[in-house]
């Protein structure tokens, strides 16, 4: 910190000329002061302790130390009554740069004390005349500085209350894209890497069954619908991310296409079996994460599990919606799908948002079981 921080805290160039304003008001004072016929001091001390200490205390510590500029004028005043204009600058000083009761109130004693000299008082009149000097050199000032030093500390908290509100919404605006990356990119994941991984299990079974003709013929098509299917849902989500084009979107699926699903699966040569009762009335979000667990269940065998008997498992409980999908050791080589591995931790963060559970682990047997219970 520079030494004029220190010693003048608060001075910017814009105050400068404020300040050589005071400064030229307070030698003026001390003039009038020496030639005043009212001086009970040499003219000579005066105009050099007097000049001195008024202009140096007023200027160099009024913001420091506003209570001892204040003194020395309260002592200048009552010896040389023409200083006391000194005391108007250094009353607001006090108020203004001071916050502390106790010290206020200590200066308003000593003040009024050099401003009234009740000694010297003794008609009515001269006590009128004293009160109201110190209301106008003493009350008033002082009231102004409070005033200016509450209207700075309010302007202070309003700035930096508007600060923390911008910094605030500058944050939860990098929180919501970051979540609405984070949805989109696990809804990407959840409807294009499914029936990515179908198409690569049933181009393994076409390499397979090369020697049926028909069958061929068959998985290829399958191939080639869940390719199609695969560029429609990436073409809509492409689309909600573009700002200029509004691209249609389908319904989201549910629990209703619960047996679509299982039958993409079977027709790719899965071995699926579907428990579910015929009617379940869910919320439509909780539909939506059950039809994305089971999904997401069924690609991870398809990458992982080939060949392998999965079963599919859906109970209504009160207030619950369990999901179950249960899958035995794999019966083929398994295939070397890339795979990110945040498919379970995108579930995961689906069943939270839900205030749901979900449990996924390995079964004795080889095989994997993920189960959720839902909020329904």
Known sequence: MRLRDRVWPGLRTRSIWFEALLALVSTGTVVIGVVSPEARLAPDAVLVTGGVLLVLTLLVFRRSVPLAPFLVSAVLGALVPALTIGMLLTAYAVGRYDGRWPVRITAAVLGAVALAQPWTVGTVNEAVGAVG????ALVLPAALGIWQRTRAQL??????RAERAEGERELM???AVLTERTRIAREMHDAVGHRVSLMVLQ????????ADR????QLAAHVQA???????ELRQMVGVLRADEGAPLAPQPGLESLEGLVAESRAAGMEVELRAPEQLAVDPSVGRAAYRIVQEALTNVAKHAPGARVCVELERRPEELAVRVVNGPAREPATDAPSGGYGLVGLAERVRTLDGRLDAAPRLD????VEAVLPA
């Open 203 to 210: 181009a393994g079974a076409i390499e397979v069954a090369a």
């Open 155 to 160: 302007l202070a908290a309003l700035r930096e």
């Open 173 to 175: 605006a990098r929180e």
């Open 226 to 232: 869940a390719g199609r299917q695969a560029l429609e």
């Open 366 to 369: 080889g095989g994997f079981a």
């Open 133 to 136: 000097g110190v209301a106008v």
């Open 214 to 217: 028909e069958r061929v013929e």
